[in-house]
């Protein structure tokens, strides 16, 4: 069974830079077959999607937040990583990571979400 | 970016009544999927490919549609489906959700 959990602080200042951490158990990032996502879902609202990565370390990006977000990969850790930089109280969100089973964006298995406030 | 707008933005239900989901895309769209998401979980991916149920979801759930104009069906409503429901395009870039439809009890 493919899980996925992130982790991170709960709380970011204003203007600095949030960092999150998706480990997956369960399967091999370094298999090949998937890409992996972030999304993020501000309270009482809609999904968005952020970007994703190939084990390659080949990524994607959502325009809308290219010029802020950072996707990484440690295939030796089974983790991919999240940085957004700059943030202010708009990326106040629980943020998720997925994996894309059908490396067109299909999000097939999803970590449980962990909500960051960005306050001072 | 291909924008997807679902209708209505809330269905209020009896159990046992069929639910009838909406999502309408700004273009064509090569793939559509559909999620489940309760309060203070993860979406559940429910259908894939606009019409292919995913691993262990009931035959109650059922979607149909191309192009433009896809539908989610369930039906007949059990009380663990009262949820928010979006559909989600995918094999263009941006991945893009729509804004979701709120399946509530009536």
């Known amino acids: 069974q493919v899980q996925l959990q992130e982790s991170g602080p709960g709380l970011v200042k204003p203007s600095q830079t949030l960092s999150l951490t998706c480990t997956v158990s369960?399967?091999?990032?370094?298999?090949?077959?998937?890409?992996w996502s972030w999304i993020r879902q501000p309270a009482g609202k809609g999904l968005e999607w952020i970007g994703r990565?190939?084990?390659?370390?080949?990524?994607n990006y959502n325009p809308s937040l290219k010029s802020r977000v950072t996707i990484s990969v440690d295939t030796s850790k089974n983790q991919f990583s999240l940085k957004l930089n700059s943030v202010t109280a708009a990326d106040t969100a629980v943020y998720y990571c997925?994996?894309?089973?059908?490396?067109?964006?299909?999000?097939?298995?999803w970590g449980q979400g962990t909500l960051v406030t960005v306050s001072s | 970016e291909i924008v997807l707008t679902q209708s209505p933005a809330t269905l209020s239900l009896s159990p046992g009544e069929r639910a009838t989901l909406s999502c309408g895309a700004s273009?064509?769209?090569?793939?559509l999927a559909w999620y489940q998401q309760k309060p203070g979980l993860a979406p559940r991916l429910l259908i894939y490919d606009a019409s292919s149920r995913a691993t262990g979801i009931p035959d109650r759930f059922s979607g149909s549609g191309s192009g433009t104009d896809f539908t989610l069906t369930i039906s007949r409503v059990e009380p663990e489906d009262f949820a928010v429901y979006y559909c989600q395009q995918y094999g263009s870039s941006p991945l893009t959700f729509g804004g979701g439809t709120k399946v509530e009890i009536k």
């Open positions: 369960g399967d091999s990032i370094s298999s090949g077959s998937f890409y």
């Open positions: 990565i190939y084990t390659s370390g080949h990524t």
């Open positions: 997925a994996r894309d089973s059908a490396a067109a964006g299909l999000l097939d298995y």
């Open positions: 273009q064509s769209v090569t793939y």
